[in-house]
């Protein structure tokens, strides 16, 4: 089945401490992507990539890293979290060539204390 | 910088009743625009992609139109049913080579039976 895994789908955290959430894709899309939605504040784009070992940033990078080393991966690291960016996470992925639909995968709830 | 606006915030209509969800956006420059529904807890489901140089796309009960000259789409659900209380969002591809989207602040569609 065609789809974007997300790992973990909750986590909870300290602040300062390093995490990772994965992102896998099995559609062998070349474009993937990082979002968080906040209350009054809707999807905010954080980093995208356009192929292995292309990324940039999106809206609001800041406090956030990414690596696509491999084609199907794209994990996002918080190196050191803080209670700001509590928030729903989204991967997301897509052909990336012409016009094609964005996969999404089912979300990361952090909550950083 | 594009901004995408979704207007209502909220809709309630009883079952059966045909509707109109209607998204703008400030840069006509767009490549494409997505139609997505979201589920309580869930990711994003993308229902119809109109290309920029396309009016409108239809699946089954949707129909999505766009006029990029003023900046807007409307996405068209015949014959609502329980099961299409969701949230909808529709999502600006602002040109380029570069996949960058843009969000409105969704929809909350509530059919009652």
């Known amino acids: 089945e065609a789809q974007v895994t997300q790992n973990p789908r909750y986590l909870i955290t300290v602040t300062g401490k390093k995490l990772t959430v994965t992102c896998s894709q099995n559609?062998?899309?070349?474009?993937m992507s990082w979002y968080r939605q906040d209350p009054g504040l809707g999807l905010r784009q954080i980093y995208y990539?356009?192929?292995?070992?292309?990324?940039d940033k999106g809206d609001v990078p800041e406090g956030y890293k990414v690596s696509r080393k491999e084609k199907r991966n794209f994990p996002l690291i918080l190196e050191s979290p803080s209670p700001n960016q509590t928030s729903l996470y989204f991967c997301a992925s897509s052909l990336g060539q012409g016009p094609s639909p964005l996969h999404f995968g089912n979300g990361t709830r952090l909550t950083v204390t | 910088k594009q901004e995408v606006t979704q207007i209502p915030a909220a809709l309630s209509v009883p079952e059966g009743e045909n509707l109109v969800l209607n998204c703008s956006f400030t840069d006509s420059a767009i490549y494409n625009l997505q139609w997505f529904r979201q589920d309580p807890g869930k990711g994003l489901t993308s229902l119809l992609l109109i290309q920029s140089s396309q009016r409108e796309q239809t699946s089954g009960r949707l129909n999505a139109s766009l006029d990029k000259s003023s900046g807007r789409s409307t996405l068209y659900i015949a014959a609502s049913q329980p099961g299409d209380s969701a949230t909808y969002l529709c999502?600006?591809?602002?040109?380029?080579?570069?996949?960058?989207?843009?969000f409105g602040k969704g929809t909350l569609l509530t059919v009652n039976p």
């Open positions: 559609m062998n899309h070349e474009y």
């Open positions: 999502a600006v591809h602002s040109g380029g080579s570069n996949y960058k989207l843009t």
């Open positions: 990539s356009m192929n292995v070992e292309v990324t």
